[in-house]
Structures are given as structure tokens and as C-alpha cells.
């Protein structure tokens, strides 16, 4: 009754920690011959916290993460365009979290570890392919760095968690090809700073072609009083611009991006200050792929970024492979570990998420900001001159809805994992 799981990042660690919850045994494979807190900041969204909860992790992630307060959309000039409150103060039962994406992982890994084992997780496994058996599924891996074969193991189901170069979705879609890059470069980092706005805000400034992000992901203040905020600065480079490679380990030439940012020193924050005093900054393709038709074949699928990568817009990434997780782990106790659960999983998760990369791909609510500098590029007094409340708020709440953490109809669902009468959760 064992499950495998190719693929040891934040949906693979929480499946495999959800299907510990409901009594079912699963092994962990990861590529990586050891797996290390790596990445950036992130948001976890409500809908997914209250699942994390839900494996009893609440306190890892206020001891480790921010309470994010608001998201606040400004124009090139720092001038305000639409705030909203998030997480608790937005009227949800649950928290959203800032964090750094290691330090999630590292929560999950550590959970993973207590509580399955460490044999549970297996390094240095690279998928090289499986065949079906009368049993299940037997998965066949290979040390990725010799070469060698790495053995064999045999399971109920095999679930793709492997990412967006998933080796298992490549098999099944031989013909697909590299991630879609739209254009945009993404140069990320991490900088201790003074806090900005309420200490627990959000924000996004500027417009499609240029654009920097940035909240906090630490809670206390460091012994210089400053904290750890992540950014993201983005430009979307002109047609002649060629990408050198694509790949997510690139050090950042602060030359390279720095001189667009120079003047948006707002009196609420100074962004040429955040990237310069980083100690060092990443550069990232911005990716995707087209949702596909199919993710379940015969004993295997995929789930997160293997089946369903998007663009980091709208915070939703991480959020949506958790909750992969939790509508697997739910078919699975009702069906077992079977076909009959794995396509009960792909029947709701794959359209909702369809719908998610394609509005990411037309900048989800990022789109306020866009609207504005169309409109009004030399700026404005008040922004409701240039984009009335209710497209605002109409733009927002379809987001919301698409995304599926709407309050009221958040709060009024139970969990997605509904443990039976009698069996502990976590």
C-alpha cells in the first residue's frame, strides 16, 4: 500500500505527509542528493494554510514565517492604486503566511522525517521510468550524477511531484518540449531592511514592463533592528533580447537591472536601496507551460508544478500544489490508492487550475496596475480619476473566485481531508 512520490518539494512533502495522516504508507524520491532549504520568499494563501493546519503545522509557521497583514498595489511613482487585507484581518478563519520557500520545505521535511521516517525520503533517486505490474507500479531510478541505477521499487500509484522539468511528465509528453518563456526576466533576492507600511504589507509597483515586488519574511528584527525582506524585480524585455539559458540558479549582475530602478525611491520605500544591499540576487526566466488535456495514466499523475505550472503571480504557486495534495489524499481515502482515485483527483484539479495559468498569463489581479499606467502614464492625483472602485473591486473578487479562496465561501467549507471518526490527524 506504499505510495510513490518522485519529487521532494513542498507538493510532494505534503503528500506524503497527508497520506500519513490517513494511514497510508508512502516513500519519497528526490534527484538531489540532499535536500537543502533553497529559494526565496513566497506567499501561502488561506485556502492552503488552512491544510497546513490541518497537518498540525501551525506553530513551524509563526515561528518561521509573517502573518501578512495586506497586499497594496502601487503605481511607478509609489503612488497607491488598491489595498485590500489579507489572511486574518481580510475576514478569514486562517492566516496568510510570508516565508522564505526553504524554510516551508524545511518544515515539511522535518515533519516527513518525524513522523514517516527517514527512510521515508530517498536522495540521489532520479526517475528514469516505471512500468505497471498486477501489484501497481514499480518505479525505476538512477543516480543522476554517475549515471548508475539506483534500484527499483514497486508501489500502489506513482504521483508525479517532480516540478516544471518533471521527468515523469516528459515521458508522457515526449513532444512538448522546454517551459514557455513570455519575454519577462525575474531578478530575486533577499535584503535586511527596515520594515516599510504596516511591517506585515505586500506590495506590488509599477506596471507589465517593469515591476518590483516586495514583503517581509521575517518576523523579529535582527540584532541591527532590520528584517529580512524578499523582492522581485521584473522587466519584460524588448522582442531583440535574447535569453542566454533557462535556468533557475543564474547569479543576478545587479548592471543588468539596477538602472531601471533607480528613481523609484518612494517616501514609503526606497527600491534601488533594497537592490543594492542585497548579498545576492538570482535571475529567473518567467515560465510556464500550457495546461495539457491529461494528467492521469493508468497508475501515475502528476500533481503541482509537473502538472499545472504557472506564473508566480497572485501568490498561488506553492498554494496550489498544497492543495493537489489534500484533493489527492481525500480521493485516495475514499477509492484507495487506484485509478479511480487518481482520475477523482485530475476531475477537480485540473480545470480549476487551467483557469489559473491562463489568468496568471493575463497578470491576474496584477492587471489593476497595467490598467493604470495605460491610462494615466504621467501619473495621478487619486487613483479613482483613472480606474473607478468598482473595476477595482470586480477584478479582485474574480481572482478570488478562480483561485477558490473567496472568505465567505472559504469559510464556510470544511477542510478538503475529512478524517474519519476515531483516526488522529498528524
Known amino acids: 500500500m506504499t505510495v510513490l512520490i518522485a519529487g521532494g518539494g513542498i507538493g510532494g512533502l505534503t503528500l506524503a505527509l497527508s497520506l500519513h495522516q490517513i494511514g497510508i504508507a508512502a516513500k519519497v524520491f528526490e534527484s538531489v542528493p540532499a535536500l537543502k532549504p533553497l529559494g526565496v520568499g513566497i506567499n501561502v494563501l488561506p485556502h492552503a494554510v488552512r491544510e497546513l493546519i490541518e497537518l498540525g503545522l501551525l506553530d513551524q509557521l509563526d515561528a518561521s514565517g509573517v502573518r501578512t497583514r495586506e497586499l497594496a498595489f502601487f503605481s511607478k511613482y509609489g503612488k497607491p492604486i488598491w489595498s485590500e487585507p489579507r489572511g486574518i484581518e481580510a475576514g478569514y478563519r486562517w492566516p496568510q503566511f510570508s516565508i522564505h520557500r526553504g524554510t516551508l520545505q524545511q518544515i515539511l521535511l522535518d515533519a516527513v522525517i518525524e513522523r514517516l521516517g527517514p527512510e521515508s525520503i530517498l536522495t540521489s533517486h532520479h526517475l528514469a521510468g516505471w512500468t505497471e505490474t498486477p501489484a501497481g507500479v514499480r518505479a525505476d531510478f538512477i543516480d543522476r550524477a554517475t549515471g548508475q541505477p539506483a534500484g527499483s521499487h514497486d508501489g500502489t500509484v506513482l504521483i508525479a511531484a517532480d516540478g516544471i522539468h518533471s521527468a515523469i511528465r516528459e515521458k508522457l509528453y515526449p513532444g512538448e518540449g522546454p517551459p514557455i518563456w513570455n519575454g519577462r526576466i525575474l531578478w530575486r533576492g533577499i535584503t535586511a531592511s527596515d520594515a516599510f507600511l504596516s511591517g506585515r504589507t505586500m506590495i506590488m509597483a509599477g506596471h507589465e514592463i517593469l515591476k518590483f515586488v516586495c514583503y517581509p519574511i521575517s518576523k523579529q528584527p535582527d540584532a541591527s533592528g532590520k528584517f529580512q525582506v524578499n523582492w522581485v524585480a ?193
Open 234 to 426: 521584473e522587466r519584460h524585455m524588448p522582442p531583440t533580447y535574447q535569453w542566454r539559458r533557462e535556468d533557475y540558479n543564474r547569479s543576478a549582475r545587479l548592471d543588468e537591472f539596477l538602472p531601471w530602478f533607480e528613481d523609484w525611491k518612494f517616501d514609503w520605500l526606497d527600491v534601488p536601496g533594497l537592490i543594492r544591499n542585497c548579498p545576492h540576487a538570482y535571475e529567473y526566466p518567467l515560465v510556464d507551460r500550457d495546461p495539457v488535456s491529461q494528467w492521469t495514466f493508468g497508475l501515475t499523475t502528476l500533481i503541482g508544478d509537473a502538472a499545472h505550472p504557472m506564473y508566480p503571480i497572485g501568490s498561488n504557486g506553492a498554494s496550489q500544489a498544497i492543495l493537489d495534495a489534500r484533493v489527492l489524499t481525500r480521493e485516495i481515502l475514499a477509492h484507495g490508492p487506484t485509478h479511480a482515485a487518481l482520475t477523482a483527483y485530475e476531475a477537480e484539479r485540473r480545470p480549476a487550475t487551467t483557469d489559473l495559468v491562463l489568468l496568471n498569463r493575463r497578470n491576474g489581479p496584477e492587471q489593476v496596475m497595467q490598467i493604470v499606467e495605460e491610462r494615466a502614464p504621467e501619473g495621478y492625483n487619486v487613483v479613482t480619476d483613472v480606474l473607478s472602485l468598482q473595476e477595482l473591486e470586480d477584478i479582485a473578487a474574480n481572482y478570488k473566485r478562480v483561485a477558490g479562496f473567496q472568505v465567505e465561501g472559504l469559510n464556510a467549507k470544511p477542510p478538503i481531508v475529512q478524517m474519519p471518526a476515531g483516526m488522529r490527524a498528524g
